[in-house]
């Protein structure tokens, strides 16, 4: 193995690997700030429950504020957080150079520009109907698709002048993911056939599929590629992985419509959305199953390495989370769910509790090997026991007020009662939020010593195969 | 290469057939969904008024969507597919933070409560979280001619001067009482048609109000439930005559020691708030502010309970009503 290392380094330009970790710690540097941007907001949105008239005045107020969190979050952070780290995976299992680092600096401003554009659009006002997750007026996301037809193109180029037969299987969910990505953006976009109730049924399409054949697969891509690396070890099935990219493929973007549960949509469409929402397990739990059983036996190591802590976490988010968007689509507890703040816990068990613990996981796990620097050990415990705890009490907490709003409902007390019962919740989630915040700051300090902040150097390990553990 | 091909090719293909089955097609199939009877478009200003409740995100709150379900009955009707022939963007919303708006424009129909509620909410509903609107208000020295200054309690209102809307509140506000169900067809008469009976009687207190009834603080109703009274109060009437049922001066009329409140004959009580009311005086002083009728959304018993409670708290001491009085009143019509 030291051989093929060496014989490998000397083969690749020197220069190409420093861009390529610059590129890495480029991304991982601007996510970072839109993670801390979207989430001081989401703060401040949290506050505003207790004290609705603190922040008046319309740029702060509460309906323009909630969907630049969102997709700050979602744009700013993930999105750009994933697709740098797709980058170095792509280059380093494929054991090659990037196809094009100018292309990935191009990607970059454009994600970017996008994300501050819609930004500043949506606090003045211009909100593209409020629809979630295609709030930017449309010429804005179409910044956003030309930054992913960019990624792509570079993505299938470094895959293309991969040294082996196979490609790697972390290759398919984020090339996969960035193609089908453009797909869902272009359908959002065109305006032709979203008139009043059929904008209802892409909406539900939309909202679902912008989370699930984008944050998903790119995500899944971080685990399939670290977790190996990390224990030193091949994936548990390589098949199973491969099962579980196809079932999601297939079952996914059928499922948009149990977010309209009980709405006009057609009956037929509904039902046919919770039908898949129960075939989504095959994936979820091939996958989750796949992922806990290469951890098998070595549950000692993990107390040793914070990366795979962050990423032990992550898979039972997407265990947890998944199968609780599985139940949720069932019509019996929509009827008490729907509307409530349980879908707000719900969202963030999934995108925090999966995708954002899987970028933290990634990035520790894959950051110090590009740029050759470590962060602290007491950063690091810092971010995980904070971001764990905050998150807990956050998810916890929304869910019993959720199910409180529900049940309140149903038993007819007046409707403001839904409203004062919640406020202790309210209370929580604040306290459970700016734990998570402040862990944030704990990772962006992380992120500044393993880029350009003083620390101990580590040699950088260039092209490591990580596809010896796999194939 | 090949392999490329067929991994990234083959799922793109398989994704792109499932995006136009599951997205687009539906979409155009439903987009051309014909309006539903009495469905109207909106006026410019309707339209202006809706632009802004987007552009503020109003929707991240507030649904409008009623489902086919008991909780949301008091909502208004299940939506159906031709309600949403010209909503274009879609509002169904995700959230219910506050209520449902599908219907608001019948359910409180009141501009002086709605300038009040959103200039700043917790001036009419104390327990209220929604942010306060109150950019969209200016306060000036003096109302201009033909512009009412915005009655707030005192608590809310300006050190000097008076709040009128500007045109951005002016057109939300012509937004919100746009928004009302039509009848289904099948349906029994709907509410919408907000009945202008102007009950000018209401102060005049009858020489014959001497009943023994007078002074029962309990009502004898056996079907009187005082913790479900409050309820049925709090949902369906506080939000104006407030929880302590003295009103907000100027704006919404007291019913603590209110005439018709504490008539023995409890004919007029029971028939505004079956039908609604315009234009009511209430000790002398007019109250522009329209009442929503109540004989769609509440059952006679609902109703009996809420004037019963009417008649028995703050003081009050008017004569307890039956179910069957309230059917009875209902069945003559208005």
Known sequence: MPTSVTAHAASVDETDDRALASIFAAYTITATVWLLFATGVGILLAYKFGAPDFGRGAWLTFGRLRPIHTNATFYGWASIALVGMAYYVAARSSRTVLFSAKLAWIGLALFNVAALAGTIALDLGYNDGNLEYREWPWPIRLVFLAALVVTAWNLIGTVARRRSEDIYLSNWYTIGGVLWTCIVAVVAILPWYQYGLGQVSVSGYYMHNAVGMWFTPLALGIFYYALPKLLNRPIYSYALGVLAFWTNLVFYPIIGAHHFLFSPLPWWLQTTAIVFSVAMLVPVWGGSANFLLTMRGRMRDLAHSYPLMFILVGVIGYLVGSTQGTAEAFRSLQEVWHFTNFTIGHSHLTMYGFVTFAIWGGVYALLPLATGREPGRAGLMLHFWMAVVGSFIYVISLSIGGTIQGLNWKSGVPFIQSVVDMQAYHVWRGVGGSLMFLSHVAFAWNVWRMTYGRCAKIAPVSALPAGRAVA | ?334
């Open chain 2, 1 to 334: 290469m090949n392999k490329l091909l067929l991994i990234a090719g083959g799922s793109t293909l398989v994704y792109a057939v499932l995006a136009l089955v599951m997205g687009v097609l539906p979409g155009i199939a439903l987009s051309g969904m014909p309006p539903g009877p009495g469905v109207e478009p909106l006026t410019a200003l309707q339209s202006k008024g809706r632009a802004i409740y987007v552009a503020n995100g109003c929707s991240y709150c507030h649904t409008q969507q009623v489902r086919p379900l008991p909780q949301d009955k008091i909502f208004g009707r299940p939506s159906a597919p031709g309600d949403f022939a010209y909503q274009t963007p879609e509002l169904l919303g995700s959230e219910r933070t506050g209520p449902d708006l599908t219907n608001i424009g019948i359910r409180q129909p009141s501009e002086v409560w709605q300038y009040i509620h959103l200039y700043n909410p917790r001036a009419v509903v104390p327990e209220s979280v929604m942010p306060a609107f109150d950019w969209m208000f200016r306060v000036v020295d003096k109302a201009p001619a033909g512009v009412t200054a915005i009655a707030l309690p005192k608590a809310f209102a300006p050190p000097v001067g008076v709040v009128i809307p500007t045109p951005e509140a002016q057109a939300l506000l012509a937004y919100l009482l746009s928004l009302k169900q039509p009848a289904l067809p099948g349906d029994t008469a709907s509410a919408a048609d907000v009945s202008a009976v102007t009950v000018g009687g209401v102060t005049a207190t009858d020489a014959s109000a001497a009943t023994p009834q007078v002074g029962a603080a309990t009502p004898a109703d056996e079907h009187y439930d005082a913790a479900k009274a409050q309820a049925l109060f709090t949902a369906n009437c506080a939000a104006c005559h407030q929880g302590t049922g003295e009103g907000l001066p100027g704006a919404f009329p007291p019913l603590k020691g209110n005439a018709a409140v504490n008539d023995a004959d409890a004919t007029t009580h029971i028939r505004v708030v079956l039908h609604g009311l315009q234009g009511a005086n209430v000790g002398g002083v007019v109250y522009s502010s329209p009442m929503p009728p109540f004989a769609e959304t509440l059952d006679d018993a609902d109703i009996a309970n809420i004037i019963n409670y009417e008649r028995s708290a703050w003081g009050n001491h008017g004569a307890p009503v039956t179910t069957q009085q309230v059917a009875g009143e209902r069945a003559k019509g208005k």
